[in-house]
């Protein structure tokens, strides 16, 4: 079973940049798909970012393209996500999430994940 850790959050003003990561353990890195959501107060769940278990595959959120970057180091089993410009909308609980498989055309979908860490809040600032 995987275990996620995520850190990073923060309060920042409009503009700023912020990286959180997700520390991930328990199964070989390269073999899942991971991704990252966010829920703000009395939203739903939204869809982020995802990357491919090789790394070889990104995907975006339409709210954030443009101005986040997911990447992973695998010899740190370590996600990151790199977001610039950051907007008040962007106020939420960020989750990393881990996939049981290695890609998925479903990426975009909560479901797809069956492991989520405990979130980190990230707050912007006006």
């Known amino acids: 079973q995987v275990q996620l850790v995520e850190s990073g959050g923060g309060l920042v003003q409009a503009g700023d940049s912020l990286r959180l990561s997700c520390a991930a353990s328990?199964?070989?890195?390269?073999?899942?798909?991971m991704g990252w959501f966010r829920q703000a107060p009395g939203k739903e769940r939204e869809f982020v970012a995802a990357?491919?278990?090789?790394?070889?595959?990104?995907y975006y959120g339409d709210s954030v393209k443009g101005r986040v970057t997911i990447t992973k180091d695998n010899a740190k089993n370590t996600m990151y996500l790199q977001m610039n410009r950051l907007k008040p909308e962007d106020t939420a609980v960020y989750s990393c999430?881990?996939?049981?498989?290695?890609?998925?055309?479903?990426?975009?979908?909560?479901?797809?994940?069956?492991?989520w860490g405990q979130g980190t809040q990230v707050t912007v600032s006006s």
């Open positions: 990357i491919s278990g090789t790394g070889g595959s990104t």
């Open positions: 328990g199964r070989p890195f390269t073999s899942y798909l």
């Open positions: 999430a881990a996939s049981p498989f290695r890609d998925s055309s479903t990426y975009y979908y909560r479901t797809s994940y069956n492991v």
